[in-house]
């Protein structure tokens, strides 16, 4: 059970690229990586709009010295101190992904960023390689894939209890986008111009949730083949989608099905994981994230609670409320966190047999999920057909 011991000998000097007062996303970030000590934020760029950064990174106990107008200015302000930022995360729209990472890379600092990635499968080999030259690591922040019942379906699926898997079964569907964008905030409208958003809306924005937690859990199946249909219920969002649905054959003869919607009307949000093998069935779903469904053919299906000592070794380890109490994004955003640093700290000292056994969502991680984004657009485009996985 992680109950906040010290996992990594110093806190890390961590930095943030955005994640200001109007984004949506900067304080899951800061949920995370302040949990557990494992990260102090001393510096940052918070916003575009400088003036309304700095008076926000103030609020939150950042030296207002050390509030800077962009990424430029923080590499420049950090290089000569000895107490520099060390890791910086990037909560900034898609399209600032890739320059960002490098420009923080090449100034010899740790990356943590949103996904998805970047916009190709090429940026990400770029990246890959700059981080190998230069002995440093690029994290991704996949939401709920630290939830202990994430790890605990992985374990019960590795353990072969379920069989073989034939059916993978996802979805994340809300809907927040029903209407037009008209009224729409300002970290909303980006979202859905390709320029910043990149080739997809929702696939990128929710779809590669679904992807890389289905990685998590099935970490030895993969995709040989895909159908995207996706479409725009909102004409001013073309070419980019708002609703689509993924069908993949794996290469032990599985079926996968994915559905990604904003348009779901008057669903508030609900992720839905579901994976049938040839002797049982489990399904998760955030909406009830302590309870993780069993269903073996012929027996009464059980609900599996989490923190409970009947459960796999994997899923306790993760685990941060006990089984009285709920595990929610928060918790797991903590555990991405500190799965992150402790990758970080292994990096710093040359741990490289830590690295090797260690699992957190890194620069692989992002890749195969630009990957998969890219197999779905290129089948989207040639007007929803089975393409071969690339």
Not at 9 to 17: F, Q, S, Y
Request: hydrophobic share 40%; aromatic share 8%.
């Amino acid at each position: 059970m992680i109950n906040g011991e010290r996992k990594i000998a110093a806190p890390l000097r961590w930095g943030m690229i955005g994640g200001g007062r109007t984004g949506q996303v900067g304080y899951k970030h800061r949920t995370g990586a302040l949990r557990d000590g494992t990260y102090r934020l001393v510096a940052g760029a918070f916003d575009l709009d400088a003036k309304r950064g700095r008076d926000f990174g103030t609020n939150l106990g950042v030296d207002p010295d050390r509030c800077y107008d962009d990424v430029q200015a923080l590499i420049a302000g950090e290089a000569d101190r000895e107490d520099g930022v060390q890791v910086v995360s990037v909560a900034t729209p898609n399209f600032t992904h890739f320059p960002i990472t490098k420009a923080l890379l090449e100034a010899g600092i740790h990356v943590i960023c949103e996904k998805p990635l970047f916009f190709t499968v090429a940026e990400c080999d770029e990246i890959a390689a700059l981080a190998a030259e230069r002995n440093l690591i690029v994290g991704v922040t996949y939401g709920f894939t630290g939830h202990p019942l994430v790890r605990q379906m992985a374990a019960m699926i590795a353990s072969g209890v379920l069989g073989e898997i034939r059916i993978v079964d996802l979805q994340y569907t809300h809907g927040f986008n029903a209407g037009d964008d008209t009224n729409a905030s300002e970290a909303q409208k980006w979202r859905t111009d390709p320029a910043k958003s990149g080739p997809t809306f929702v696939l990128g924005d929710i779809g590669t949730h679904l992807f890389y937690l289905s990685e998590v859990v099935l970490p030895d199946l993969r995709i040989e083949r895909l159908l995207c249909d996706r479409k725009a219920f909102i004409p001013s969002r073309a070419p980019l989608e708002d609703n689509a649905t993924v069908l993949m054959h794996y290469d032990n003869g599985a079926r996968g099905h994915l559905w990604v919607s904003s348009v779901d009307t008057g669903n508030m949000g609900s992720q839905r994981y579901r994976f049938v093998g040839s002797k049982a069935s489990v399904e998760w779903s955030d909406s009830r994230p302590d309870q993780l469904l069993y269903q073996v053919q012929g027996e009464p299906e059980q609900i599996l609670h989490h923190g409970m000592p009947y459960l796999e070794p994997e899923s306790l380890a993760v685990d941060r409320m006990g089984a009285l109490h709920t595990e929610g994004l928060g918790d797991s955003w903590a555990n991405i966190y500190l799965w992150i640093a402790q990758a970080i700290d292994a990096k710093r000292r040359g741990d490289e047999a830590f690295l090797q056994t260690h699992r957190y969502p890194g620069m692989q991680a992002g890749t195969e999920g630009v990957r998969w984004l890219e197999n779905c657009v290129r089948s989207a485009k040639a007007g929803g057909t089975w393409v071969d996985y690339q």
